[in-house]
């Protein structure tokens, strides 16, 4: 089981940033994080991956930046030129190990392991 923490939500206002920060208990294959606003689903925004090959959706291409600290597990996401449509909670994600299937750490069905999430608000 690996643990996930995380760190870093908070208050902004449009066109600030934040740093999210996430501790794994351990290395994984991959990493993520996801958001999600009430009453919808919760999405992919970011990922990085053993390759260091990463992914963004692309809403925020441009303005977030995905990066991992492998001697300490921890996993970064910062946040630029933020939009209230950011505003959401913010879950770390990941997988420990590839498969055959897509979508570790970009889609919900594939991603195993999550944190407690932090919230993220901006205000216009």
């Known amino acids: 089981q690996v643990q996930l923490v995380e760190s870093g939500g908070g208050p902004v206002q449009t066109g600030g940033s934040l740093r999210l920060s996430c501790v794994a208990s351990e290395e994984t294959y991959c990493m993520g994080w996801f958001r999600q606003v009430e009453g919808k689903e919760r999405e992919g925004v970011a990922a990085i991956y053993a390759d260091e090959s990463t992914y963004y959706t692309r809403s925020v291409k441009g303005r977030f930046t995905i990066s991992r600290v492998h001697a300490n597990n921890t996993l970064f996401l910062q946040m630029d030129n933020l939009k209230p449509e950011d505003s959401a909670v913010y879950y770390c994600?990941?997988?420990?190990?590839?498969?055959?299937?897509?979508?570790?750490?970009?889609?919900?069905?594939?991603?195993?392991?999550w944190g407690q999430g932090t919230q993220g608000t901006v205000s216009s």
């Open positions: 994600a990941a997988h420990p190990r590839p498969t055959d299937y897509d979508g570790h750490c970009t889609k919900t069905h594939s991603t195993q392991y």
